[in-house]
């Protein structure tokens, strides 16, 4: 579980959603697809922040 910038958040999704491939965000981790996902919707840590999770 991490804090990150909420705007590069949802730059980052939007950019993965309009590629020609469409995918998620995630992470491989020792050989595991991992998805990223906010915790909350609206940002909950310090002013622009919001914490995310990886979950399979």
Do not use: C
């Not at 995630?26 to 922040?49: C, L, M, T």
């Amino acid at each position: 579980m991490i804090a990150v910038n909420a705007d590069w958040l949802l730059d980052r999704n939007t950019a993965l959603a309009d590629a020609d491939v469409p995918r998620p965000l995630g992470a491989k981790v020792e050989g595991v697809w991992y998805f990223v996902s906010p915790i909350h919707s609206v940002p909950n840590v310090e002013r622009d922040q919001v914490i995310v999770v990886l979950y399979r």
